[in-house]
């Protein structure tokens, strides 16, 4: 799964539709097997493009605005402080739209056009991810009108986009077992898995469930997600800059904008910080030791006193980045069934986390947790009247928020949330943390179908109200 160099050209040009093509020259067409051969290769592109988009500019943005990060030069510095113009979504939005969503339904109508299910059923998941993304950043977003050539899509409200992304998974989840011949190796996520893009499929069932506050759903497809971290959907980065193939994180701290962003007086640093260095708010506890897990996403004295680990942790120039994991659907069974009141199921999937963090960041480091330890004045209840159920809720939030560090669903969580896990406003003005993405200039100058008035920073989105 490494391998990418061999896609980086089809990344670049592969970006325009039907571009593919020419890198194909009747080689990769079977006449004997019932399949579109520049479908698979513009899964590729498809694929490359969704984890550019959540690895990249997007996720570095919101991970300063939930506190993983820290704005430290130029237009970063009005970054830190929420300062931001509805210009600065043009790039993310074409990439999410014209690019991933484009491709991906060319895959669609190619698949269907032999009846290769298989290939259908797969590139329906990746639609229902990106699409997820638009909407729980944006709001209400172009979708059921989406990609008409010379017509301006309707908006969608959040909820019926929401709910459309379960439809499609549900279809993927029938067509992904059935017929298909493809060539599986240009599947960069999972080889053409199906059990694998199956337990996906349901993992995103999940996350979507939980998006909308659809606790009891979300638990159900939660128990039917990704089971081992073996099976993680990642985007993976070999690492070599002659070729591009560099994790987006690196390319931006250490290249092509050295200095813009830190991780000084970061939130998330300072919790993971037994030492007290980074701020001294640490979450070590009788159970839990998090040097080791502070040194993979944190490193010291790089550029400033405290960067993001781009030398030898989660942002290093070959760390693959995290698109849908076992962890996060643990992390959502733990949440959901908390709230529907399964405390003990609740803390299972908790110690779940708690033992892949065993065996990432060392024997030792986690041990896990009793029911006793939330009772109040227990180890993770020392908040005079704080119930067990609400004590248990908040570590299982901030154990999230400390695991996807980088990623957008933390940014999603804490919006959803109301900020439950107190992450510190970094602009003492400001009403709140930032509420959702601007809508993108170049869409309020095409689109008459944009909202009005046009909602800002801090209006939350509708499903978050």
């Known amino acids: 799964m490494k391998n990418l160099t061999k896609y980086v050209l089809l990344a670049a040009l592969g970006l325009s539709l039907g571009s593919c093509d020419k890198f194909i020259n009747g080689n990769d067409i079977n006449p004997n097997a019932p399949q579109d051969a520049p479908a698979d290769q513009q899964l590729t592109a498809a694929q490359l493009s969704e984890g550019f988009f959540m690895s990249g500019e997007i996720p570095r943005q919101v991970g300063i605005w939930s506190g993983f990060f820290t704005g430290a030069d130029r237009q970063y510095l009005g970054l830190d402080l929420y300062n931001t113009a509805a210009g600065d979504y043009d790039n993310a939005w074409s990439l999410a739209y014209a690019t991933t969503l484009a491709q991906t339904r060319l895959v669609e109508e190619k698949a269907q056009a032999v009846n290769n299910r298989a290939l259908l059923g797969v590139a329906q998941v990746v639609e229902a991810q990106i699409v997820g993304q638009i909407t729980a950043l944006w709001g209400d977003v172009p979708y059921s009108e ?12 959040q909820a019926s986009v929401y709910a459309a992304t379960q439809t499609l998974l549900d279809q993927a989840i029938i067509n992904l077992p059935l017929n298909g011949v493809w060539d599986r190796s240009r599947d960069i996520f999972y080889g053409g898995s199906v059990p694998k893009w199956t337990a996906a499929a349901h993992s995103l069932k999940a996350r979507h469930y939980l998006h909308v506050k659809d606790y009891a759903r979300a638990a159900s497809e939660a128990r039917l997600g990704i089971t081992s971290s073996a099976n993680d959907m990642i985007m993976p980065y070999n690492g070599t800059s002659v070729s591009g193939d560099l994790n987006p994180y690196y ?36 159970k839990t030791d998090e040097s080791a897990r502070f040194s993979y996403f944190y490193i010291a004295d790089q550029i400033y006193s405290l960067d993001p680990n781009f030398v030898d942790g989660a942002f290093a120039p070959d760390a693959d980045a995290p698109l849908l994991t076992y962890v996060e659907t643990q992390a959502i069974l733990a949440e959901a069934l908390n709230r529907t009141g399964d405390q003990a199921g609740a803390l299972a999937a908790l110690n779940n986390i708690r033992r892949e963090n065993e ?15 939330f009772a109040a004045g227990g180890l993770m209840n020392r908040v005079a009247g704080q119930t067990p159920a609400a004590a248990m809720l908040k570590e299982i939030l901030t154990e999230k928020y400390l695991s996807m560090i980088g990623q957008l669903e933390p940014f999603h969580d804490l919006r959803r949330t109301d900020n439950l896990i107190g992450v510190p406003k970094k602009n003492s003005a400001s009403p709140s943390l930032p509420q959702r993405l601007l809508y993108p200039q170049s869409e309020v100058n095409t689109n008459p179908n944009v909202p009005k008035p046009i909602p800002g920073l801090f209006d939350k989105t509708p499903v978050n109200r």
């Open 359 to 373: 065996t990432k960041f060392g024997p030792g480091a986690y041990a896990p947790y009793v029911l006793a330890d």
């Open 251 to 286: 390319d931006f701290i250490d290249i092509n904008r050295f200095g813009y962003m830190s991780a000084e007086g970061a939130h998330a640093a300072a919790l993971l910080d037994s030492v007290g260095s980074a701020g001294g708010r640490t979450r070590a506890n009788a």
């Open 146 to 157: 989406a990609l008409r050539p010379g017509t301006p899509g309707k908006f969608d409200s």
